[in-house]
């Protein structure tokens, strides 16, 4: 079992920055993959950002790409999201997630594990 609580959330003004936090105990953090997914109010759980065990390999959705960026400390059992040039409508709760077998990197059912989720709103 595994269990992931985010930090790091809060209100921010266009264009400004957030660095999530997402804190992973249980079994070995280092043999998940971990991401990131958010959820507008009235809309579907979507993919934002996923990063492979070792840390070498990464996967965006487009909305993101060059603006986000996932990154993880094993040692800390720890993954990372730096949000910049936040946009108001990245406004969501954001969700940490892990699996421990293969799947889609963007799908939701295939993650495992969720945290309890953050808020992140940026006004215009």
């Known amino acids: 079992q595994v269990q992931l609580v985010e930090s790091g959330g809060g209100l921010v003004q266009a264009g400004g920055s957030l660095r999530l936090s997402c804190a992973a105990s249980g079994r070995t953090f280092s043999s998940y993959v971990m991401a990131w997914f958010r959820q507008a109010p009235g809309k579907e759980r979507e993919f934002v950002a996923a990063i492979r065990r070792s840390g070498a390999t990464t996967y965006y959705a487009d909305s993101v790409k060059g603006r986000f960026t996932i990154s993880r400390d094993n040692a800390k059992n720890t993954v990372y999201l730096q949000m910049n040039s936040l946009k108001p409508e990245d406004t969501a709760v954001y969700y940490c997630?892990?699996?421990?077998?293969?799947?889609?990197?963007?799908?939701?059912?295939?993650?495992?594990?969720w945290g309890q989720g953050t808020q992140v709103t940026v006004s215009s």
């Open positions: 997630a892990g699996r421990y077998y293969s799947g889609s990197y963007d799908s939701v059912d295939d993650y495992d594990y």
